[in-house]
DNA sequence: TCGTGTGAATCACTTCACAGCT
DNA sequence: AGCTGTGAAGTGATTCACACGA
């Protein structure tokens, strides 16, 4: 089941189209044409249709998409909008930022463990959770479900920390530090490199000033 | 000049290198093969050898790259190290958030200013930086000599944002907030999708549970 | 012999263009 | 007439494979 093979491209536009789609829904919208869509999520008419031919057909010759068919469709192979736990690791700054913010939460995956190594830390309470310690990890896991770990250490911290996750029985992991870091196959790694966004508008920024 | 046509992908990927040739440099260790370099960075030797290529041919064969040389090159490419100041709007919880992240300041992107328009956080002072009101703008870009913007407000606000931000003479923008917005060409906007790339995560957990 | 540098082959994604349904 | 769904063509990135210099 759900195996339709979409290309890694798509999938991440799918996730913007369904915003887009919800916020349709919201004010009424109930029919919506690719071009319209393209229009609102910054991407273009075929590519919205391939990426909706993915799906399957949902949409009708010379009238549109339904949003709610749609929101409900692309729903299901996003795997349902069942919430999905996630611990945090590393409560720095960026990590107490992020422990704070809402986003994780409405979107389906909210904090439900803060972890540390830090003695001065460890114990604190943050926004209602208390942080644990490293090696509290695999109960943590276990006791609240959590399916998805989220990294904010140090770089150097974070293969050790990904290792104990991974140890804890986590497959879904949302790296924040600027490293690389090793996992067996079955473990899904996706990193937020803000230094490298960062670094690539300099980039452009820099060449602007060459034309 | 700096004219080399770089793919975007290569791009982001030697952002990678140079912090993995800094670390190694760092430990004294002065040449690097493609092997090497792809292993540290999460990358394949091919695609080191190819990205590296586009700067010119710095390698010595039979031998590998110098670390030290290797990351002038980078780093002449990249546009220097001259730190680019940066203001970031929306103080709600994001955006306090990454105020006080260190990160952007260690790569060379110093926060020099604050903007929200809530009467209730204007005036209020963060990490040393007293919020102004979005009409103050312009006068906060021209005193700080920023050049990057960071939106951190709610979706519905961005479009309203990043177009004063562009007003106001910014043409680089890490807009954090879930919607795409709309530029003038010469304006470079990356987006920074935590929603998702959760999703995506979620999709990829969801997939395992059939296989 | 080892590892770079690079054309050529492959693969993945995007865009085109149009047949076919409503 | 309008808009989807989709093969086919086009574009760009990745990987292969090997000639060449150290």
Redesign the interface.
Known sequence: ???LN?P?AA??RL??YQ?ALVELNDSGIKTVSSRELAE???SNESKVRKDLSYLGSYGTRGVGYETERLIKEIGV????SQP?PAVLVGIG??G???S?????Q????PIVGLVDTDPNVVGETINGLKVKNLDQLEELVFQTSA??GIVTTPAAAAQEVVDCLVEAGI????NFA???VDVVE?V?V?K?????????????????K?D
């Open positions: 089941m759900s195996n979409l890694e999938l991440s996730t913007v915003r609102i999520s910054g192979v996003l795997g349902g999905r700054n960026l107490r930022a992020l704070q913010y809402e986003g994780f409405v979107s389906g995956f399916v998805l497959r879904s992991i949302l600027p490293v690389v079955e899904e996706r937020v490199d803000l230094a490298t966004e960062l670094q690539i508008l300099g980039y452009y920024d820099h060449l602007r060459f």
